[in-house]
């Protein structure tokens, strides 16, 4: 993997959002939630698309403290256009795990 600057990282705008909807996304071409994520007043509400029904269910998610990066341009998925990356790990049967705060931190507020 290609090096970069700490310039270039500064770049990717990662912060921290709350779930405030969560819908199943049959549709999709891989088992996937629809997610409407609250990143504060700065940056407003943003939609994800997230191959995450290995560890989480639609009802489980609501008001959960997620990172994503705001400052990807959007992405059509299937018929729903997704303007955030919702970031996580694989564990150790491919299913994502999603990456946020272990403490409640207030929304937007920007990964240091």
Same mark, same amino acid.
């Given at each position: 993997?290609?090096?970069?600057?700490?310039?270039? #990282?500064?770049?990717?705008? &990662?912060? $921290?959002? *709350? $779930?405030? =909807?969560? /819908?199943?996304?049959? *549709? @999709?071409?891989?088992? @996937?939630?629809?997610?409407?994520?609250?990143?504060?007043?700065?940056?407003? *509400?943003?939609?994800?698309?997230?191959?995450?029904?290995a560890?989480?269910?639609? /009802?489980?998610?609501?008001?959960k403290? $997620?990172?994503?990066?705001?400052? #990807?341009?959007? =992405?059509?998925?299937?018929?729903?256009?997704? /303007? $955030?990356? %919702?970031?996580?790990?694989?564990?150790?049967?491919?299913?994502? %795990?999603? &990456?946020?705060?272990?403490?409640? %931190?207030?929304?937007? /507020?920007?990964?240091?």
């Amino acid at each position: 993997m290609a090096e970069i600057t700490f310039n270039d #990282f500064l770049e990717v705008d &990662i912060r $921290v959002g *709350e $779930v405030v =909807r969560a /819908e199943p996304y049959p *549709e @999709a071409r891989k088992p @996937a939630i629809k997610l409407w994520i609250d990143f504060g007043p700065e940056i407003g *509400e943003k939609r994800s698309s997230a191959q995450i029904m290995a560890h989480y269910t639609p /009802e489980g998610l609501i008001g959960k403290q $997620v990172m994503g990066v705001v400052n #990807f341009p959007p =992405r059509q998925i299937g018929k729903f256009m997704s /303007e $955030v990356l %919702v970031l996580g790990l694989a564990d150790q049967n491919g299913g994502i %795990v999603l &990456i946020g705060p272990d403490q409640n %931190v207030e929304k937007g /507020e920007r990964m240091q």
